[in-house]
């Protein structure tokens, strides 16, 4: 999902762990799911021609279609590619590898473009924002997605849980890759102001994938930890800012 090989090589490894997940009916699930929900929500319907920029195993590109639009997707991991192939064999030549800062498509080519759980892994997220919107045709829809850097669980599994993982992992040298090291994801004001130097402007957002209960504890008690999460984001939504992992932004290109 990134230009850089060790998150390719990350993600090749973890495709098939990564398409189990979304179906998990604990909050790592219901985080997926929710935050995909507000993708499409803020994308609308077709028709016209839309790419999924870090399709991962296809699933956005099959909600996408669904809703009348003409579908493409790359990715930078081959395993993710050839998941999406799978799900979407009549798609197979749409469906390509690319890294999202240097992608494969001509200029003007889409009415609508979507990055999900993919700018929190670049290095340079302006490079990304302007390949996006150099595929958007004028008045066409991006929407990406990016880490809440406020959220306690964003912080706790950023600061503590997964750097406690990559070092223990190294130490006893498990087969399993580590999880790569992220960059701090960009806050809702850089982000907006990142879009707007690429000529998108910001037009709604909206907060996805509430959850509260720290790692390991979203794990020992999935069930709860769900269903609350579940609760605060029909219930609470004024709590997005704090408590939501997730910001969607729709942001169209002016010119």
């Known amino acids: 999902m990134s230009a850089g090989a060790p998150i390719a090589s ?33 994308a609308g319907n077709g028709p016209g021609e839309a790419l999924d920029a870090g399709m991962g195993p296809g699933r956005l590109c ?3 279609a669904t809703g009348g639009w003409t579908v493409h997707g790359v990715d930078a991991s081959a395993e993710m590619v050839a998941a999406a192939r799978a799900r979407l064999p009549a798609w197979a030549d749409r469906l390509v590898q690319s890294p999202i800062e240097r992608l494969p498509f001509g200029e003007r080519s889409f009415d609508l473009v979507t990055a999900t759980g993919v700018l929190e892994f670049l290095e340079d997220v ?16 991006a929407v990406v997605t990016m880490p809440n850097p406020v959220s306690p669980f964003g912080l706790w599994r950023r600061g503590l849980w997964y750097p406690g993982l990559r070092t223990t992992k190294a130490l006893l040298r498990l087969p399993r890759p580590p999880r790569p090291k992220r960059p701090a994801p960009l806050g809702r004001r850089r982000l907006l102001r990142a879009l707007r ?18 790692t390991p ?9 769900a269903r609350l999460a579940d609760w605060l984001e029909r219930r609470a939504s004024w709590t997005g800012p704090l408590l939501a992992t997730q910001l969607v932004v729709a942001a169209r290109r002016q010119r």
């Open 217 to 225: 504890l979203d794990e020992l008690l999935p069930a709860p930890s």
């Open 126 to 141: 302006p490079a990304a924002l302007g390949e996006l919107a150099r595929v958007l045709r004028p008045g066409g829809l």
């Open 197 to 214: 130097d690429a000529g998108l402007r910001a037009e709604r957002h909206s907060w996805a994938s509430y959850q509260v209960a720290l």
């Open 10 to 42: 990350f993600f090749d490894e973890e495709a098939a762990r990564y398409e189990a997940a979304f179906e998990d009916p604990g909050p790592g699930g219901q985080a997926l799911r929710s935050r995909q929900a507000r993708v499409l929500h803020l």
């Open 62 to 64: 099959v909600d996408l």
